[in-house]
């Protein structure tokens, strides 16, 4: 029989709301036309920072933001975005598109935008092209309250009180386009830079270190062993871990819509892939931290197609449809599910690139006007009620979806209760042709009222687009039936539900 066990009045860990975070780079049109138009801009903006946009990502309470990079992070010079922006140098941005860099938005502007958001700032700093003593002068501009060159600086750019900034991430990719290191050399650079990042005043900084992609528990094996320093401290709080869907085939031919099954079945199945993977470098940090207090930081994840055609192949511009709604659908259960574990995630990327929450208008010259909000920003929106509340377990059993000869689970799914005690389910019927119908059982908890909201789409590749914005997004749901042997809930085809029980 398929049925689903939610267990209401047990749960122990905190789903950090910092696993619904946000990265983004400077890369392609995500910082410019993206979240930045400039403050000579028709399109409406705050400072030069578009409003749509930050009124888009408030409404799914958008946690943190990481910038900013990426690779980009590892060749930026972060006093070359600070001051008079008609005297900023340019550079060439060399791993995305090799276009000119005019550094218009830099340290200023994205903790503005970051206010303007109400989330916490991610700052990425640069260890391959970098040196210790410019990263730790960056932190000292930023949070520096006393009379310091780096603080008097800070004033003399306009802003007199400190900002306060909790997330540091030490390089990025330090594998590869972060310099290319072994994690036997990274490891010892970590130390050295980490070693000078100051905690002035009131500030903790939550150090992260350049942690593995994928499968690589070498290099987590290696960080995790020699992270403490001679007093028994841990020298970081967190370790990154970057996984694309489909990513490791870069040279993947895998486009975002116009797809058939074939195509589907695989996206879906890579995705799933993190709960392995988190698994997996979850048990070597257990080995060193059996207390779980380095938090593993999925600060790069979502899907990586080929590239629209007409675009800057640098510019990782792709559609986005009803199938990584399933992804993200997929990736946020998992994440709640290791919620001991992952303190904090973040999607790539925010605008315009990758798995976007948010796609700018193309037809319009600067690359700003309209916005549309894609179906994986409507996920994001729908799992906001997952955010700080207190995991729940939950059992599902329910037939597979299987195609040409293999086979997933058809069903992900999540729950919570908040502070309320309101108790959320979120789940995902991976199967695009057929629907599900479960029995619901409910421990702990009478579930008298059940209400909830759907996402779905006529095709698999459905998507929305600037002439229709509206294909995808969610709308009520009605399957949740009251019958006298209890709750039944049937999950349409190729869906995304999130219920709210009380
Ligand atoms: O998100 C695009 C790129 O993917 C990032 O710059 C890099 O960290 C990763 O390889």
């Not at 409406?44 to 578009?50: A, D, E, Y």
């Not at 320093?229 to 970057?242: D, E, T």
Request: charged share 20%; hydrophobic share 35%; glycine share 10%.
């Amino acid at each position: 029989m398929n049925r689903i066990v939610i267990n209401a009045d047990l749960g122990q860990h905190t789903i950090s709301r910092h696993i619904y975070g946000h990265f983004s780079e400077h890369l392609g049109n995500c910082i410019y036309g993206g979240f930045w138009v400039g403050e000579e801009s028709s399109t409406s903006n705050t400072r030069g920072i578009r409003n749509d946009v930050v009124q888009a990502l408030r409404t799914t309470n958008i946690p943190n933001l990481r910038w900013p990079g990426g690779c980009f992070a590892d060749e930026y010079h972060w006093q070359d975005g600070i001051g008079p922006r008609d005297k900023r140098p340019s550079m060439v941005n060399t791993h995305w598109g090799g276009v000119t860099e005019n550094n218009q938005f830099g340290t200023h502007e994205f903790l503005d935008l970051c206010e303007q958001l109400a989330c916490e700032p991610y700052i990425c700093g640069n260890v391959g092209s970098g040196t210790v003593h410019e990263m730790q002068q960056w932190v000292e501009y930023i949070t520096f309250d006393g009379q310091s060159p780096m603080a008097d600086l800070r004033r003399q750019n306009g802003r007199e009180q400190p900002w306060r900034l909790k997330y540091w991430g030490v390089g990025n990719e330090n594998w590869g386009c972060g310099g290319n290191m072994s994690a036997e050399y990274y490891i010892n650079e970590y130390r050295r830079y980490a070693t000078y990042l100051r905690d002035f005043g009131e500030n903790r900084l939550y150090k992260i270190a350049g942690g593995p992609h994928d499968g690589d528990t070498h290099w987590t094996e290696v960080l995790m062993s020699q992270l403490k320093n001679q007093g028994n401290r841990w020298l970081a709080a967190g370790l990154s871990l970057h996984y694309y869907t489909l990513g490791a085939a870069w040279q993947n031919k895998l486009t975002a819509t116009g797809f058939g099954e074939d195509q589907w079945f695989p996206v879906l199945r890579d995705a799933l892939r993190m709960d392995e993977l988190l698994t997996r470098h979850s048990t070597v940090m257990d080995k060193y931290d059996p207390e779980q207090e380095i938090g593993l930081i999925v600060d790069e994840w979502g899907t990586w197609y080929q590239v629209e055609a007409d675009t800057n192949p640098g510019f990782l511009y792709q559609q986005n449809s009803l199938r990584d709604a399933l992804v993200a659908a997929i990736h946020l259960n998992v994440f709640n599910q290791h919620c001991d574990r992952v303190h904090m995630a973040n999607i790539a990327q925010t605008i315009n690139v990758l798995q976007a929450m948010i796609l700018t208008d193309p037809a319009s010259a600067d690359g700003a006007g309209r916005i549309l909000l894609t179906p994986t920003y409507h996920v994001f929106e729908m799992y906001k009620v997952h955010q700080d509340a207190t995991l729940l377990p939950l059992d599902i059993q329910c037939p597979e979806y299987s195609f040409g000869g293999s086979s997933l689970p058809g069903v992900s799914g999540s729950a919570s209760r908040n502070a309320d005690g309101v108790v959320h389910v979120t789940l995902a019927n991976l199967n695009p042709n057929q629907p599900v119908e479960m029995a619901c059982e409910l421990r702990g908890l009478a579930g008298k009222q059940i209400t909830g909201r759907v996402l779905t789409g006529p095709t698999m590749d459905a998507h929305n687009s600037f002439d229709q914005p509206d294909e995808v997004r969610p709308v009520s749901f009605n399957g949740a039936i009251h019958t006298e042997a209890g709750i039944t809930l049937k999950l349409p085809p190729k869906s995304v539900v999130v219920l709210a029980i009380v």
